[in-house]
Nanobody, 122 residues
Framework: QVRVVESGGGLVQTGDSLRLSCAAS????????MGWYRQAPGKEREFVAA????????YYTDSVKGRFTISRDNAKNTVYLQMNSLTPEDTAIYYC???????????????WGQGTQVTVSS
């Protein structure tokens, strides 16, 4: 499984933007579909967005469509999550992860990085 380090979180106000980064280790990053996930206080970890190996296809959960954009730079072993028009409902710890067979539901992973905290104030 790919090893990752997430960064870029912070405390922002409603309507602000943030860009999260996920740096992956190893020389096989381009063989992994990658995903962003989040876990809000008292809730289960949930899928947010995914991108395929080449970056040609992206997928989003309904609540972030039109506001969040996932992208990747295989030369830098990094995947990004651009988050616009943030609301308090986006407050969570954000994690990234990957799988060569597809970045799907959180339950498929055994290992998680430390995540990065995003807090949106009203």
């Amino acid at each position: 499984q790919v090893r990752v380090v997430e960064s870029g979180g912070g405390l922002v106000q409603t309507g602000d933007s943030l860009r999260l980064s996920c740096a992956a280790s190893g020389r096989t990053f381009s063989s992994y579909d990658m995903g962003w996930y989040r876990q809000a206080p008292g809730k289960e970890r949930e899928f947010v967005a995914a991108i395929d190996k080449s970056g040609g296809n992206t997928y989003y959960t309904d609540s972030v469509k039109g506001r969040f954009t996932i992208s990747r730079d295989n030369a830098k072993n990094t995947v990004y999550l651009q988050m616009n028009s943030l609301t308090p409902e986006d407050t969570a710890i954000y994690y990234c992860n990957g799988d060569p067979a597809g970045a799907g539901e959180p339950e498929q992973y055994d290992y998680w990085g430390q995540g990065t905290q995003v807090t949106v104030s009203s």
